[in-house]
């Protein structure tokens, strides 16, 4: 249902943006959002968009560094990323939520060098 991609690895200082494909139309998609699992660690919102609201949710520690967006026509949500830093390696999903159903991507691995 949801198709995640743009990893990949990138040095320290660097900028990447995944995408998010829903087959499903995310028009009337109630929250929108990423979250991140890094090595030994449990999985962590990094972004989140409430539809109703507009609301956009940031962590501490990627705000100012991490965008999340949609694209209602291309039933795309996206997630840029800048400044990226060692600790945000880990693989990164996307988790969109209609009302009653919740769909998860399958991860892809973004890897940052220091």
């Known amino acids: 249902q949801l198709q995640a991609s743009g990893g990949g690895l990138v040095q320290a200082g660097g900028s990447l943006r995944l995408s998010c494909v829903s087959s499903r139309s995310i028009f009337r998609a109630t929250v929108l959002a990423w979250y991140r699992e890094a090595p030994g660690k449990q999985r962590e919102l990094v972004a989140s968009l409430t539809s109703d609201s507009g609301e956009r949710n940031y962590p501490d520690s990627v705000k100012g560094r991490f965008a999340i967006s949609r694209d209602n026509a291309k039933n795309t949500v996206y997630l840029q990323m800048d400044n990226l830093n060692p600790e945000d390696t880990g693989v990164y999903y996307c988790?969109?939520?209609?009302?009653?159903?919740?769909?998860w991507g399958q991860g892809t691995l973004v890897t940052v060098s220091s």
């Open positions: 988790k969109v939520s209609w009302w009653k159903t919740t769909y």
